[in-house]
């Protein structure tokens, strides 16, 4: 009886892990449906990775702007400061920091961290292309 009974909860503990991993699976494709950045409204998609990183593959149409290169601000100067900008790197920490300097430099448009390439062009629903 209690063989049958242990068989059981097991049976149970199963069907309870494999029906949470059903839902969480479900509820990830819901949001990753389709593109969540509206594109109609962004100036720019820009890539803060280093060019090799960008010639690896990028977001199409994306303009690569090195957030470590010593001419980075001045390359940021040429955007228009009032628009909308979409930035991107390898996994947002770099587009996080290309971001607060923006914030910091006067841009006043909305400004949205993409997170890495694939996040980015999941949100953007841009290909990556090199």
Same mark, same amino acid.
């Given at each position: 009886?209690?063989?049958?009974?242990?068989?059981?909860?097991?049976?149970?503990?199963?069907?309870?892990a494999?029906?949470?991993?059903?839902?969480?699976?479900?509820?990830?494709?819901?949001?990753?449906?389709?593109?969540?950045? &509206?594109? +109609?409204? %962004?100036?720019? *998609?820009?890539?803060?990775r280093?060019?090799?990183?960008?010639?690896?593959?990028?977001?199409?149409? !994306? %303009? /690569?702007?090195? *957030?470590?290169? =010593?001419d980075?601000?001045? +390359?940021?100067?040429?955007?228009?400061? =009032?628009?909308? $900008? *979409? %930035? $991107?790197?390898?996994?947002?920490?770099?587009?996080?920091? =290309?971001?607060d300097?923006?914030?910091? /430099?006067?841009?006043?448009g909305?400004?949205? /961290? !993409?997170?890495?390439?694939? &996040?980015?062009?999941?949100a953007?629903?841009?290909?990556?292309?090199?």
């Open positions: 009886m209690n063989c049958e009974r242990f068989q059981l909860s097991k049976f149970f503990k199963f069907l309870a494999a029906l949470v991993a059903l839902f969480a699976v479900t509820a990830i494709s819901a949001c990753a449906s389709g593109p969540s950045i &509206d594109m +109609k409204s %962004v100036a720019a *998609v820009i890539d803060v280093t060019p090799a990183e960008f010639s690896g593959g990028h977001l199409q149409g !994306a %303009v /690569n702007v090195d *957030v470590e290169d =010593a980075f601000a001045a +390359k940021m100067g040429q955007f228009d400061k =009032a628009k909308n $900008y *979409v %930035v $991107y790197c390898h996994s947002g920490r770099r587009a996080g920091i =290309a971001i300097w923006m914030k910091q /430099n006067g841009f006043t909305a400004l949205t /961290n !993409a997170g890495g390439i694939s &996040d980015a062009t999941g953007t629903g841009l290909p990556i292309v090199q």
